[in-house]
C-alpha cells in the first residue's frame, strides 16, 4: 500500500536515483542494503517482478517521522526527463564533480523514485508538541545506498545532484 492513501503521512519532496537498467536491483539487494541502516527504518510491501528485480518498496522511519515509497521506473519518461533536467542545469554554476554527474546521466535510462512522506500521526492536532518533527536523515541514507547499489546518481530535482 502506497504511503499517498495513508492519511497519518503527507507527501514532502519527490527525489530520484539515475541509472542504467543493466543496473536495476534485486529487491532481495535493495532489502539488504537498507538492512544495513539498522532498526531505525523498517521495510514493507517490498514488491518484485518475476525475476526478482525491484518494483516498488515502502520504508517507514517512525524516530524521523518520516517514510518513503520507492518506485521503478524506466524507459522514454526517464530518458526525457534526464534531458530536461540536464538541460536546466546546463546554464547554471556548477562545480568540477557535477560535470562528470551530468555526463554519467546521459547513459541513465531507468529511475527510482523516492517520494519522501512525513508521518503526521496524530502530532499535527498539538501545536506545541515537538513530536513529528520530519528528520531528513533517513532519506539521505536511503538515497545513497540505492544509487551506491545501482552504481547512479541521487537527485533532488529542485536543487540538483546529491554527492
Known amino acids: 500500500m502506497s504511503l499517498f492513501a495513508d492519511s497519518r503521512f503527507q507527501w514532502r519532496e519527490t527525489y530520484f536515483v539515475l541509472f542504467q537498467q543493466k543496473h536495476r536491483p ?8 537498507l538492512g544495513e541502516i539498522g532498526e531505525k527504518i523498517a521495510l514493507v510491501d517490498v514488491a518484485a517482478d518475476e525475476d526478482g528485480l525491484l518494483e516498488s518498496l515502502t520504508i517507514l522511519a517512525h524516530a524521523d517521522s518520516a517514510g518513503m515509497d520507492v518506485i521503478y521506473v524506466e524507459g522514454e519518461e526517464v ?5 530536461e533536467l ?6 547554471q554554476l556548477i562545480a568540477s564533480g557535477d560535470k562528470a554527474v551530468l555526463e554519467r546521466m546521459k547513459e541513465c535510462d531507468a529511475r527510482l523514485d523516492v517520494f519522501h512522506f512525513e508521518e503526521l500521526g496524530d502530532s499535527f492536532l498539538d501545536e506545541d508538541s515537538d513530536e513529528g518533527v520530519l528528520d ?28
Request: hydrophobic share 45%; with cysteine.
Open 26 to 33: 534485486q529487491a532481495a539487494d535493495v532489502e539488504k542494503a
Open 86 to 91: 540536464r538541460r536546466e542545469w546546463k546554464g
Open 136 to 163: 531528513p536523515a533517513t532519506l539521505l541514507l536511503v538515497l545513497s545506498k540505492l544509487a551506491k547499489l545501482c552504481h547512479g546518481i541521487s537527485i533532488d530535482p529542485q536543487a540538483g545532484p546529491l554527492i
Open 79 to 83: 530518458e526525457e526527463q534526464v534531458v
